[in-house]
Nanobody, 126 residues
Framework: QVTLVESGGGLVQAGDSLRLSCAAS????????MGWFRQAPGKEREFVAG????????YYVDSVKGRFTISRDNAKNTAYLQMSSLKPEDTAVYYC???????????????????WGQGTQVTVSS
């Protein structure tokens, strides 16, 4: 069992940066792949970035490549999403999720993620 709590969201201007954190409780965090998803109003929840349990492999959706960086600290049971050069189209609720069944692969489909946080709002003004 894993409980996830996101933090770090807020209201920023275009071009600014934010770092989201995902604090996990439970023994399976360090053996789970982690992902960040986002959901804008009226749209489906979409994959943004993922990282394997070891942190060696990462993957990003094309729209955030070069701007977002996912990382994790297994000693702190925390995953991060560093977001730079933010754009208004990045506005969404951001969710972190854990995929204990696929620890060594970055999976982009929601069905592999068994645990989800409550989400944190990111709003980017133009």
């Amino acid at each position: 069992q894993v409980t996830l709590v996101e933090s770090g969201g807020g209201l920023v201007q275009a071009g600014d940066s934010l770092r989201l954190s995902c604090a996990a409780s439970g023994r399976t965090f360090s053996s789970s792949a982690m992902g960040w998803f986002r959901q804008a109003p009226g749209k489906e929840r979409e994959f943004v970035a993922g990282i394997t349990w070891s942190g060696i492999n990462t993957y990003y959706v094309d729209s955030v490549k070069g701007r977002f960086t996912i990382s994790r600290d297994n000693a702190k049971n925390t995953a991060y999403l560093q977001m730079s050069s933010l754009k208004p189209e990045d506005t969404a609720v951001y969710y972190c999720a854990a995929a204990p069944r696929r620890p060594s692969t970055v999976v982009t489909t929601k069905t592999w993620y068994d645990y989800w946080g409550q989400g944190t709002q990111v709003t980017v003004s133009s």
